[in-house]
C-alpha cells in the first residue's frame, strides 16, 4: 500500500527521526503564520532567541483578531508587531487585510508545503494539500529559526 498525502508530505520534510508510529520527528517548515492576539508573544520569544532574520521561505504577521482600539494596548502590540516584521523579513499584513487562515490559504498556500500558525485555524491549509498544524507562540518562534 502506497503513502497517504500527509505521509508523503512528512517524509520530504523530515529532518530528524523516523516516520513511525508514536516517535517522535522533526520536519523542516516552509512558512509561518502569526496573528496579533497570540503573535506578540511569539515575536517577544523570537526576539528573545537572537535570530536575525526568518529562515523559512515566507513568513506572514496578521493583524486580524485585536483590531478594536479602545486602549494602547493593542495599538502597542500592533506598532510591536509591524517593527519585528521588518526587521526580520516577515511579511506584515495590516488591519483590515482579511482574517489570516483564510488570506494565507488565497494568497501564499501551496500543495506540499509544511505551514505552522499560531491560530487555532492554520490547519486550513491542508485544504489545499499543505501539511499545516496550529501550535503555540514559542513553537511558531523556533520553527522560523530551523531552516
Not at 537572537?50 to 515566507?58: A, F, N, Q, W
Not at 508587531?81 to 488591519?95: A, C, D, E, L, M
Not at 505552522?116 to 498544524?133: E, F
Amino acid at each position: 500500500m502506497g503513502l497517504t498525502l500527509a505521509q508523503k508530505l512528512i517524509k520530504s520534510h523530515l529532518v530528524e527521526g523516523e516516520m513511525k508510529v508514536g516517535s517522535e520527528i522533526g520536519l523542516r517548515i516552509d512558512q509561518t503564520l502569526t496573528q496579533d492576539a497570540t503573535g506578540t508573544m511569539a515575536y517577544l520569544e523570537f526576539e528573545a532567541m537572537g535570530v536575525d532574520r526568518v529562515k523559512t521561505e515566507k513568513s506572514v504577521a496578521y493583524i486580524d483578531h485585536n483590531t478594536l482600539q479602545t486602549g494602547f494596548e493593542n495599538a502597542d502590540d500592533h506598532r510591536f508587531i509591524q517593527t519585528v516584521t521588518k526587521k526580520h523579513g516577515i511579511y506584515f499584513s495590516r488591519p483590515g487585510n482579511g482574517i489570516c487562515h483564510q488570506v494565507h490559504l488565497e494568497r501564499f498556500g501551496i500543495p506540499g508545503k509544511t505551514l505552522i500558525g499560531s491560530d487555532s485555524h492554520t490547519p486550513t491549509g491542508g485544504g489545499i494539500g499543505m501539511l499545516a498544524m496550529g501550535a503555540g507562540g514559542l513553537d511558531v518562534a523556533v520553527a522560523n529559526d530551523e531552516n
